[in-house]
Structures are given as C-alpha cells and as structure tokens.
C-alpha cells in the first residue's frame, strides 16, 4: 500500500454526505491538508464549479490518484479500499463475486 492523502491528490467517497448532496463514489481533490489529520476535499460539478468543499477525516475517503506521482492507485489497491470499509457478510459476497469471476475467466481461456 501507499503512504497517506496528500494536497491535490483525487479521492473518493466511501460514505453519502446527504448535507452536501454528495454520495458514496463521488470524487473530488484535497485542497488543504490539516494537521490533524483531517483534509479539505473539494467537489466540482463537469463544469468546474464548486459544489461542495467538506472537511473530512481519512476513514470517509480513498484516493484513486496520486498527484506527486501522477498515477491512478492501482485497481486492486482501490478494491481493497472499498472492501475494507464493509460488514463482513458483504466482504464475503464480494470474495465470491470474484472466486466466481475467476472461475468465469479460466473457463473462457479454456473454450
């Protein structure tokens, strides 16, 4: 895994934020970063304007692309992200989501 949320970096929701009409998979970049941890993440709509500047902790997000490196966070990385953030009994449905995708996947290479 990689180090923490850093300025600029783009993340994405792990909960709805119904008070500032944003949802669990909207992305949005981190403009201030605070010392306690806590980081200022800005939401713009397809124009670029501002629909939403929230103050949030780490638990409520995941990043899903570096600005210092210039790189998406690998797939399996942002899974993990999301996965980790489930009951268990979902966690185990989305192991056999994907034992069923990987089944699926060496059928296909042996047809």
């Known amino acids: 895994m990689t180090s923490g949320p850093d ?7 792990l909960v709805d934020l119904p008070e500032h009409n944003l949802r669990a998979g909207d992305r949005g970049s981190i403009v201030h970063c605070h010392p ?7 939401f713009t709509n397809e124009d670029g304007e501002t629909r939403a500047l929230c103050s949030l902790s780490p638990q409520q997000f995941f990043v899903v692309w ?23 009994e979902m966690e185990r ?19």
């Open 93 to 111: 449905e989305v192991l056999d989501f994907a034992r069923s995708l990987r089944k699926t996947s060496s059928e296909i290479g042996r047809g």
């Open 36 to 42: 306690d941890n806590i980081y200022d993440v800005e």
């Open 66 to 88: 570096r600005a210092e490196t210039r790189t998406w966070v690998p797939v399996s990385e942002q899974i993990v992200a999301v996965v980790t953030h489930l009951p268990e």
């Open 7 to 13: 300025l600029f970096d783009v993340v994405e929701l």
